[in-house]
């Protein structure tokens, strides 16, 4: 079968960092995605491993690991605007993305 | 660059009135597209998408359709709404390599 896990929810302090993992099983596997979405907003686009190792934007990384099934989204110097839903999304064989529910990030001063 | 357009922003309609949600995108061509709908606190439900016009394919079994008209222009409709079709409904583009999808700013309908 196809899943896709990762905390509801998960609480940090301004200043702080926080790693969200996301883990999945598949037959199929192409690349995994990070998308941020605000409440009531849109999701936007993060970033996308498709080999397995650390990719680092600016305060955001994500990692992947292709033969555990695993990849998580680090947030570094977190800010009160960072508070938003992370949605892991794996790409499977036909390039079709498979969305897990999303990790609620709450930030606190 | 890239943009892409939903509307209305907001919607409320009675159970059992006809739907209509628009999508355009802008700046590039041939793009793929999807319709979601995202539950309140849930996932992304993927409904339908589109690798060229007139091709559609469906996730899920529902009272919903889709039409591609335009190689740019997507459009979720309905016959006859019902309450579990409130939501929030996300229109989505990418290229077709590298498949990272850009989303548009939703339509928020609510069944009543």
Request: proline share 5%; with cysteine.
């Amino acid at each position: 079968g196809q899943n896709i896990d990762q905390p509801t929810e998960m609480t940090a302090t301004e200043g702080a960092i926080v790693q969200i993992n996301c883990t999945y099983q598949t037959s199929g596997f192409n690349g995994l995605f990070w998308y941020q979405q605000h409440a009531g907003e849109a999701p936007t686009f993060l970033s996308y491993n498709v080999l397995d190792g650390l990719e680092e934007k600016g305060r955001f990384s994500s990692f992947l690991s292709r033969s555990k099934g695993y990849s998580y989204l680090l947030l570094k110097e977190l800010q009160m605007k960072d508070s938003a839903s992370y949605l892991c999304a794996w790409e499977d064989s036909n390039y079709q993305l498979i969305w897990g529910a999303g990790t609620k990030l709450i930030i606190k001063p | 660059s890239q943009t892409i357009h939903q509307w209305p922003a907001t919607l409320v309609q009675p159970v059992g009135s006809p739907l209509s949600l628009e999508c355009t995108v802008e700046g590039t061509s041939n793009p793929n597209l999807y319709w979601y709908r995202q539950a309140a606190g849930r996932g992304l439900q993927l409904l339908f998408y589109s690798v060229g016009i007139g091709q559609i394919s469906s996730e899920v079994p529902q009272n919903l359709s889709a039409s591609r008209p335009q190689d740019r222009q997507f459009i979720l409709s309905s016959k006859k709404l019902l309450l579990s079709d409130s939501g929030f409904y996300l229109c989505a583009w990418s290229r077709t390599e590298p498949y990272e999808q850009y989303f548009g700013p939703g339509t928020r309908l609510t069944v009543t």
